[in-house]
């Protein structure tokens, strides 16, 4: 089902956690808000969830309008950060509570729907247990089950990875993605962790200051972030940032800062006239090269072999600039350096606005 | 070897300031002991004189449970059984609406956001305050007019009022200390407010429902000025005006009927505490915030 939130706001008191934000979530569609804490990305969830109310604006499953109706009336199933399972009942009783004092179902359907539940997430040995004897990462799946167990239109997950450690964490990003898709219930999920939206969402939507400030598929917001916050935000290490000045030559622009002269593939689309930029390049688009073969030459100020490979971060000029390089590169601290950028990965971005120029 | 220099562990020795707290405690508790021991030994010899038993052990100071006629003092108040029961349901009635009242009004206290939300818990906290001898007659008025004067109903029902704003209080804290979560979870999963509340929340107040319980049946067994000045006919007396009735009428007191009696008042109370330590101790566990 659909989901169409409209000039969305939620104001408490004078502060506005959520301003007037548009977003289209379409049916089957696995969505991430993404944002820092006090972006306004869980308030949003509860919006849709009907458990805080709207200041403004409309939420729509489908053709309904759905802002006045109860969070039961709504046809959700929600996962909370803390999983929120009830403590003193047990796994079995957990996941047919949504069953029991919601609609009308026979015991013996009832019995049958949390048995499905509970397999589709293999917690179907725990039932017997009680929340309490069970490891974080059964809980978050008892939870899921409990929230697809009356197989709600839609499926909301407040920060479902962020009680878990690393490994589990990888697990079930894996787990409800899959999950998702197997069913094909259209999801909305809030976090913090680029990493988690990048992997699991199908489009990815990133807030600031209770505004949504792009709005595209991963892969999309990572070859193109729409402004700075959001190359900023998404991609670890962080994308490179340094002002530069453009200055014409032999025909073509060039971004000159201390320590570098980045030959640009384009001119920026906008802003022709705009001398000061601010540039940025992903760490894994630079690579390291002779000193005086590159567009900037630095001295290796710090190397951080990552396994897999490593992270040489190379000082020029006033600034820092992050390289990823296979781990076979040669780099110890104190080399001189050049650097070369992929040619058209440079992104380019207004220095007071923010906003992408190319 | 030096090493066997290094005593083995620090906890293992003697440690005199260790003990400190314990003596004194012990001290401090000896007369308070000393109270109870003697309620209990004069109650089972014919007479004490300071705090020597006087004759032989005897049971005849029990009779009032079997024999109340023997003893003049006995005579014309109402038998020890029916007394037995009228203070138990004064306890347990008491007991029944506080805990109905308090974990809902400390729900609600908890959770809603109604207008006069703040007054009303400071107000319920000045209640609380408030020594009831003050209320006496205003009270004595208003169960008059409601017909409830005299009558075991109309106790229970001042009892619990007085009860009430400790334990909305208490049970505001309890409530206070379960995560919103779970509660919108509640919401979201089809449950009302009336039934989150009954299944999910109450649940998991328990500990604080039980001790809350036990503290306002106490309360109520205890109560001597209630049921007294509202209840003067002999019929729905407890068993406090009977103790007090025994100690305050004619020219000589009878000692060891009196503590027979005393004790098999108390006893309850006692066992009630000796087996529910734990379950008190978590009043002060649920934490009070504003």
């Known amino acids: 089902m659909q989901v169409l939130l409209e000039k969305l706001t939620k104001k408490f008191g004078d502060v506005v956690a959520v301003d007037a934000i548009d977003l289209r979530v379409s049916s089957g569609e696995f969505v991430a808000l993404l944002g820092p804490s006090g972006c306004g990305k869980t308030t949003t969830l509860l919006m849709v969830a009907g458990i805080y109310r709207p200041t403004d604006g409309a939420i729509r499953f489908g053709e309904r309008r759905v802002e006045h109706l109860l969070p039961k009336e709504r046809g959700i199933g929600m996962v909370f950060q803390s999983y929120a399972l009830y403590p003193h009942l047990t796994v079995a009783e957990n996941i047919s509570f949504p069953l029991e004092v919601g609609r009308k179902v026979s015991r013996g359907e009832r019995d049958r729907r949390v048995r499905e539940a509970a397999a589709l997430v293999h917690v179907d040995a725990l039932l017997a247990r009680r929340p309490g004897q069970i490891s974080g990462g059964q809980q978050q799946r008892v939870a899921l089950a409990r929230a697809l167990v009356k197989r709600p239109d839609i499926l909301l997950l407040d920060e479902p990875l962020s009680n878990l450690d690393a490994r589990l964490r990888h697990e079930m990003r894996g787990e409800i993605k899959r999950l998702q898709k197997e069913i094909g219930i259209t999801s909305i999920f809030v976090t913090h962790d680029q990493l988690e939206a990048l992997t699991m969402a199908d489009r990815v939507a990133v807030m600031r200051d209770g505004r949504v400030e792009a709005y595209a598929t991963p892969a999309e917001l990572y070859a193109r972030p729409a402004n700075r916050f959001v190359a900023e935000f998404v991609g670890t290490p962080p994308m490179n940032f340094f002002t530069a000045e453009l200055r014409p030559r032999n025909g073509s622009l060039v971004a000159h800062a201390e320590g570098i002269d980045l030959e640009l593939a384009a001119a920026p689309r906008e802003g022709g006239g705009a001398t000061s930029v601010t540039v940025g390049v992903r760490p894994e688009d630079l690579t390291i090269v002779p000193p005086n073969a590159g567009e900037a030459r630095g001295e290796v100020y710090v190397v951080e072999p990552m396994g897999r490979e490593q992270v040489v971060s190379v000082q020029l000029g006033g600034g820092m600039l992050q390289v990823i390089t296979p781990p076979g590169v040669a780099a110890h601290v104190g080399d001189q350096v050049g650097l070369r950028a992929s040619p058209g990965r440079v992104h380019l971005f207004d220095t007071t606005s923010g906003t992408r120029l190319n | ?290």
């Open chain 2, 1 to 290: 070897m030096a090493a066997l220099d290094i005593p083995s562990s620090p906890g293992r020795g003697i440690r005199p300031l260790r003990f400190t707290p314990y003596v004194v405690l012990a001290l401090a508790s000896v007369p308070i002991f000393v109270l109870y021991a003697w309620l209990v030994y004069s109650s089972f010899f014919p007479s004490v004189h300071g705090f020597t038993p006087v004759g032989a052990f005897t049971i005849d100071n029990w009779r009032f449970l079997w024999d109340p006629a023997s003893f003049p003092q006995m005579r014309n108040r109402p038998p020890i059984i029916p007394l037995t029961i009228n203070t138990f349901l004064f306890a347990a009635a008491t007991a029944l609406i506080v805990l109905l009242v308090s974990s809902m009004a400390g729900y609600a206290f908890s959770r809603l956001r109604f207008p006069g939300r703040r007054p009303f818990l400071a107000s319920v906290l000045l209640l609380h305050s408030f020594p009831s001898v003050t209320l006496l007659i205003a009270l004595f008025v208003v169960l008059r007019s409601l017909g409830l004067y005299d009558r075991l109903v109309g106790v229970i029902l001042v009892k619990a009022a007085f009860e009430l704003p400790f334990g909305i209080w208490i049970m505001k804290g309890f409530f206070d200390t379960i995560p919103w979560d779970l509660e919108m979870s509640a919401l979201v999963d089809g449950a009302g407010r009336l039934r989150t509340w009954w299944r999910v929340m109450l649940p998991l107040v328990k500990p604080g429902l039980l001790a809350l319980g036990l503290l306002s049946f106490v309360q109520g067994w205890n109560e001597f000025l209630l049921p007294f000045v509202f209840m003067p006919s002999g019929s729905q007396q407890t068993l406090s005006t009977l103790v007090r009735g025994l100690l305050g009428e004619g020219r000589f007191v009878d000692y060891g009927l009196l503590t027979a009696v005393g004790l098999f008042y108390v006893a309850p109370v006692l066992l009630i505490f000796i087996v529910a330590q734990k379950q008190l101790m978590h009043i002060y566990a649920g934490g009070v915030k504003g």
